[in-house]
């Protein structure tokens, strides 16, 4: 079944604990995508990968980290977690974003952070 | 800098009827506008994309219209069910580099809720 993981589901830790959570795509997707999800904020780009060691800021991409060593896994690593991270986090791919071939997200089903 | 704007005020109609929810944004000329449905603490799924050439798009009981003089698109769900009780958010794609075959990337409105009552 094509989609895209994200573990872990929630994640509660504290302050300063360095966590990374994980995402994976089986659609053999180019562009991939984290967004952070905030009441009455809406959903806020991170960080997105264009393909394989290319990665660029989003709108929101302090205290966050990425990398893309494969075109399946894009991992969001936060080295120092602080309580205003707590959020709803969003992992997205797809296929392509070139304007001819631009093509819809497929999202992953989100992890709850928590830092107390 | 270009925004969207969606109702932030929860839509209630009765079962059966249309449902129509409204994308406006400013700023910007997006050449791609998307819907997706979202669930309560789930990810977003995608409905339909219209490219800015296109006035209308219908899937099923979805109708999408965009409207790049007026900057705004409808997004209409016809004959409306309780299961399509969710929040609907829009997304444009913002060029992130110019000329034939740019990228683009989604920037996403805020959603509305809609609540179907039986």
Redesign the interface.
């Known amino acids: 079944e094509a989609q895209?993981t994200q573990n872990p589901r929630y994640l509660i830790t504290v302050t300063g604990k360095k966590l990374t959570v994980t995402c994976s795509q089986n659609m053999n997707h180019e562009y991939m995508s984290w967004?952070r999800q905030d009441p009455?904020?809406?959903?806020r780009?991170i960080y997105?990968s264009?393909n394989v060691e290319v990665t660029d800021k989003g709108d929101v991409p302090e205290g966050y980290k990425v990398s893309r060593k494969e075109k399946r896994n894009f991992p969001l690593i936060l080295e120092s977690p602080s309580p205003n991270q707590t959020s709803?986090y969003?992992c997205?791919s797809s296929l392509s974003?070139?304007?001819?071939y631009?093509s819809?997200?497929?999202?992953?089903?989100?992890t709850?952070l928590t830092v107390t | 800098s270009q925004k969207i704007e969606q109702n932030s005020e929860a839509l209630n109609i009765q079962e059966g009827k249309t449902a129509t929810l409204t994308c406006n944004y400013t700023n910007y000329s997006p050449a791609y506008l998307q819907w997706y449905r979202q669930d309560p603490g789930r990810g977003p799924v995608f409905l339909l994309l219209i490219r800015e050439n296109e006035k209308e798009k219908r899937k099923e009981r979805l109708k999408v219209t965009f409207d790049t003089t007026l900057k705004q698109s409808l997004f209409h769900i016809t004959a409306s069910q309780p299961a399509d009780s969710a929040t609907y958010l829009c997304a444009l794609d913002m060029i992130l580099s110019g000329g034939t075959g740019g990228s683009y990337i989604p920037t996403f409105g805020r959603g509305t809720s809609l609540i179907v009552h039986p």
């Open positions: 895209v967004y009455g904020l809406g959903l780009q997105y264009m709803l969003f997205a974003i070139q304007g001819f631009n819809p997200l497929h999202f992953g089903n989100g709850r």
